[in-house]
């Protein structure tokens, strides 16, 4: 089954960052993954989420506000 991997944020520094450990941590994991970038914030604000960057992972936002670890993205992601 494939994950549905969000990233909510404007696009600045620590969402990039977020954006990239959340991949990294699918292709370790072997996941099949779907990663989209939601920038608009009306979206954003949709999820609850009033802090980027912040992390959705088949629609249940996992935390925000933070650059988390590998090790805590490959949790948020399993």
């Known amino acids: 089954m494939k994950k549905e991997i969000k990233i909510l944020g404007t696009g ?3 969402c ?3 954006a990239e450990l959340a991949e990294q941590a699918a292709i ?3 996941l099949e993954y779907e990663l989209e970038k939601v920038t608009d914030i009306n979206e954003i604000i949709g ?3 009033m802090l980027t960057p912040a992390l959705v992972v088949d629609g249940d936002v996992k935390f925000a506000g933070s650059v988390p670890s590998i090790d805590q993205m490959i949790d948020y992601i399993k």
């Open 28 to 30: 370790d994991l072997g």
């Open 16 to 18: 990039i960052k977020v």
């Open 12 to 14: 600045c520094p620590k």
């Open 47 to 49: 999820y609850g989420v």
